[in-house]
Nanobody, 125 residues
Framework: LVQLVESGGGSVQAGGSLTLSCVAS??????????MGWFRQAPGKEREGVAR????????HYADSVKGRFTISRDNAKNTVYLQINSLKPEDTAMYYC????????????????WGQGTQVTVSS
């Protein structure tokens, strides 16, 4: 059973930082987790992609709205992907989801076949 478990969310003040983690387990086919991404869904809004990383090469891709503040990284020895968020803004308040896929040139949600349950980030002004 493939599992993606996110952690690291919380309530922070604007201007602060958080690092989210996503641990992957249960993979029998490594090709099903060639890339991993972070998505978020704010209340009343559609889920949007924020960052993606290829597990092998470390190649990254970011949504324009988060470039310069969000950093995605991975620790392959720990099967973990991270999302560092700096200079948090109230509009970053959302449920953040980790996802995995085989081929993810961008942040198209249908390219990601496995999803975690999410971790909540709340930013107060």
């Amino acid at each position: 059973l493939v599992q993606l478990v996110e952690s690291g969310g919380g309530s922070v003040q604007a201007g602060g930082s958080l690092t989210l983690s996503c641990v992957a387990s249960g993979y029998t086919d490594p090709y099903s987790r060639q890339c991993m991404g972070w998505f978020r869904q704010a209340p009343g809004k559609e889920r949007e992609g924020v960052a993606r990383i290829y597990i092998g090469s470390g190649s990254t891709h970011y949504a324009d709205s988060v470039k310069g503040r969000f950093t995605i990284s991975r620790d392959n020895a720990k099967n973990t992907v991270y999302l560092q968020i700096n200079s948090l803004k109230p509009e970053d308040t959302a449920m953040y989801y980790c996802a995995a896929g085989s081929w993810c040139p961008g942040l198209t949600q249908s390219d990601f076949g496995y999803w975690g349950q999410g971790t909540q980030v709340t930013v107060s002004s």
